[in-house]
């Protein structure tokens, strides 16, 4: 992991993030999610700065997982670093528009 995803992990790992189970490094289709959360239906990417030059790589790659039902929230490693609250405020709203799983897990 880089020391961006080691940070995050930190925060999201043990039902960290409002008691919902993440996964790190998750195969979803051919692809691996840097954190994935099945309950949200949530797949977390922090991205180094290759990726501002892959960004449309990126994007074709992310129709996958949304087609599987995921949605796909993108931060740069930086970001992660300096501010991880904006991080999770985006994980936040995604789980508010989220209806609760019927068995209260995934």
């Known amino acids: 992991m880089t020391i961006a995803e080691q940070a995050i992990w930190r925060l999201l790992r043990g039902r960290g ?5 993440f996964r790190r490094q998750t195969r979803i289709g051919p692809w691996v999610a840097d954190f ?22 990126d994007a074709a790659r992310d129709l996958d997982p949304t087609r599987r039902g995921f949605t796909v929230l993108r931060f740069g490693n930086e970001l992660a670093l300096t501010s991880p609250n904006v991080v999770f405020d985006a994980i936040k709203r995604h789980a508010a528009q989220q209806p609760p799983h019927p068995s209260g897990s995934a």
């Open 17 to 21: 993030f409002a008691g919902h189970k």
């Open 36 to 57: 994935c959360c099945y309950e949200l239906r949530l797949i977390v990417e922090l991205d180094g700065g290759v990726h501002r030059l892959r960004e449309s790589e």
